[in-house]
């Protein structure tokens, strides 16, 4: 079972969609800084598609692409309710391909800290590079060892909604860079009784200049790295920061 799936149906009610909301506007931003080459797009690792589907609203020809089917599942009746078109598919961000080439893709929400080793790091930013068009846009934001050191720690975090409670234990691996974090996730089911669901989630944060060496190998090129939903570079506290990347016109 990948990581995600049990959590899928509560991961927007468990406060999760945040993230999502704030992220619409700050990418609204973005774009008028880093304009893009038409209005199709793929957001990787989409999970429940709250970003997804706040293109296609507004006219976008959109794509999600996550591992785990059950958030799919999530994005697909959200797509349903709001009678609007996604086009999903399950797969390893590492290997994705799609149909056709695309104006702008993102990826959002610690999905690039999953990637567990550099060469899996640059894996993605090359099936990145082979999906987007010429002058097309890579906007991807990533934690720092600031947050995966310093907030995240060696902690226990509670969180508790409506039928819904959560107990995360991290811990952090020095050498390695390493978070782990174990998530033991009770839920309530219609008959008042809660289901216990347990995953085991991994993220590494990289430093700066191995992100921007990982983009360059795989043939984009930095435009500029933000403090996350900010406009300013980071400074060295940063806890996220956005990479916007782009890929090379067509010299002929
Ligand atoms: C924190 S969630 C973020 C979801 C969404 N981007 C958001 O902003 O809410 C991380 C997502 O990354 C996906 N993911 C993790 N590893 C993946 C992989 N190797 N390929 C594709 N998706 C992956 C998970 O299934 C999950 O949906």
Not at 64 to 80: N, W
Not at 223 to 241: K, L, W
Request: net charge negative; with cysteine; proline share 4%.
């Amino acid at each position: 079972m990948a990581i995600y799936d049990q959590y899928a149906k509560v991961y927007d009610d468990s406060g999760q969609i945040a993230f999502s909301i704030k992220m619409i506007p700050y990418l609204e931003g973005l774009l008028q800084l880093h304009p893009v080459p038409g209005c199709t797009m793929l957001d990787l690792a989409c999970g429940t598609g709250t970003v997804a589907l706040s293109f296609a609203k507004q006219g976008w020809e959109v794509y999600g692409v996550d591992a785990s089917q059950p958030m799919l599942d999530q994005a697909k009746q959200k797509a349903e309710q709001t009678s609007q078109e996604l086009i999903l598919s399950q797969q390893d961000m590492r290997a994705f391909v799609v149909p056709h080439r695309l104006a702008l893709i993102t990826c959002l929400y610690d999905s690039l800290n999953y990637m567990l080793s550099l060469g899996d790091l640059t894996q993605v930013f090359r099936c990145v590079a082979a999906a987007l068009l010429p002058d097309g846009v890579f906007m991807g934001d990533m934690n720092t060892r600031v947050t995966l050191e310093e907030v995240w720690g060696n902690n226990t975090f509670f969180v508790e909604r409506e039928g819904i409670a959560l107990v995360m234990l991290s811990s952090f691996e020095s050498q390695s860079g390493l978070s782990t974090v174990d998530i033991a996730g009770f839920v309530r089911q219609d008959d008042g009784r809660y289901s216990r669901f347990d995953e085991h989630h991994a993220e590494i944060a990289y430093p700066d200049e191995q992100v921007r060496a990982a983009l360059e190998a795989a043939g984009l090129q930095v435009e500029a790295a933000y403090e996350c939903f900010h406009f300013e570079p980071p400074e060295e506290d940063a806890r996220r920061i956005m990479w916007v990347a782009r890929k090379p016109g067509d010299r002929r």
